[in-house]
């Protein structure tokens, strides 16, 4: 993957980490401004995605972005807002990181 790709990556991660805030913010206290805020923050990121998967294709793209996107968002609700999961919920996050993981890794580790 390009320097340009991981950029994107790291883009998109950090507007829809952006857009996860105005939503809690919005869920806290509506309000069309954050509502409107949150919409715009989205779409950017899905901008951003969009021109990732031109580069480097569907699967690996939308792959990378959910898995990065997944632990950054619990790692804000967590440590930011607070918010707890119980033990099953704990390992279904873990599982479904190492999921994408293998999935997108994969086939660069096995045999093709």
Known sequence: MSV???LQLA???????LAAVAAKGW??????????????????GNIIIMRLIQG???G????????????AVNALAFLVFGERV?????AGI????VAV?????????GSR
């Open 56 to 58: 480097v294709g569907m």
């Open 101 to 109: 993981a293998l999935i997108t890794f994969g086939p660069y580790v």
């Open 86 to 90: 119980n033990a099953l919920q704990g």
């Open 27 to 44: 869920a806290v206290e509506p309000g069309i401004g954050r509502l409107l805020l949150t919409l715009a923050l989205y779409s950017l």
């Open 4 to 6: 340009w790709s991981l």
């Open 11 to 17: 883009g998109s991660t950090l507007v829809f980490v």
């Open 94 to 97: 873990a599982l479904a990181i």
């Open 60 to 71: 690996v793209a939308l792959s990378l972005s959910a898995v990065v996107q997944l632990a």
